[in-house]
């Protein structure tokens, strides 16, 4: 399986949509937060997955902070990381990606 991963592209969407474009390989795409609105109303193509959480810049917007998916047998744990202090350290992700037995962890904001 082949995971395009993004995040805070802040109002960039015509680079989100050149990327999704570019990698029509990939089986799908995550969007790490800080940039919502360029990637929620792509259509990616066709057996191709897009998702996303939400960042501290993201307001009003319907996405999770926290978002958890198993693929191939690995469990990801996907946040856009303010919500953990990532800036100030790992530890607070780390630990809370232990919790759930996560094997991967996927964050943005840094």
């Given at each position: 399986m082949?995971?395009?991963?993004?995040?805070?592209?802040h109002g960039d969407s015509r680079s989100v949509e050149e990327?999704?474009?570019r990698e029509h390989h990939a089986?799908?795409?995550?969007h790490l937060g800080d940039g919502a609105r360029d990637w929620i109303?792509?259509?990616?193509?066709?057996?191709?997955?897009?998702i996303g959480v939400r960042g501290n810049g993201d307001?009003?917007?319907?996405?999770?902070?926290?978002l958890t998916e198993d693929w191939e047998g690995k469990k990801f744990f996907c946040c856009h990381g303010h919500t953990f202090r990532v800036k100030m350290g790992l530890?607070?992700?780390?630990?809370?990606?232990s919790q759930i037995h996560a094997d991967v962890i996927l964050y943005g904001h840094t």
């Open positions: 082949r995971i395009v991963v993004m995040s805070d592209s990327l999704i474009a089986d799908g795409f995550v109303y792509t259509v990616p193509g066709s057996g191709q997955f897009l307001f009003g917007v319907a996405l999770p902070l926290i530890y607070e992700l780390q630990a809370a990606a």
